[in-house]
């Protein structure tokens, strides 16, 4: 059995829920609201073992779609600098500056790093990159 998109089902959900483009603080608010109805009822829905079907997800998946680019475009999250990485992924491992020594070097060349004084160079990311696991575009402007 080969399940097929049906727009008029789609199109009775779109009349129901009227998602649309987002651009005041008052319609995001709208919007999750009615998100979180929409998400209510489709959890109801499983919870029955009944399907999800492609029209619902379709709409779930463009009402979370308009939230997050008014999202995105009204609330940016600021980008962190290379040293504060460094620094967040050496408290989460508890690792001191002696313990960093270890990895790139001279305790004077990281503490100048951990404060910014002086960029990572990249060899330093890609050697602090291999040891957190991360990518190291992390530890490069």
Do not use: W
């Not at 998602?19 to 979180?36: C, F, V």
């Not at 600098?81 to 004077?108: C, F, W, Y």
């Not at 291999?130 to 990518?135: A, I, K, L, P, R």
């Amino acid at each position: 059995m080969t399940i097929t998109f049906n727009r008029d089902i789609y199109g009775s959900l779109l009349a129901k829920y009227q998602p649309k483009i987002i651009k005041t603080e008052e319609e995001n608010e709208q919007a999750h609201r009615k998100a979180d109805l929409f998400e209510i009822a489709l959890c109801e829905k499983l919870s029955h073992l009944e399907n999800i079907s492609l029209e619902e997800s379709a709409l779930l998946e463009l009402s979370i779609t308009l939230i997050k680019k008014y999202e995105a475009e009204n609330y940016p999250i600021p980008q962190a600098l290379p040293h504060e990485i460094l620094a967040h992924l050496m408290e989460s491992r508890n690792l001191d500056v002696k313990q960093l020594s270890n990895i790139l070097g001279t305790d004077l060349i990281n503490q100048e790093v951990l404060t910014g004084e002086r960029k990572i160079t990249d060899k330093e990311a890609i050697i602090l990159s291999n040891f957190f696991n991360v990518s190291s575009d992390l530890f490069i402007i």
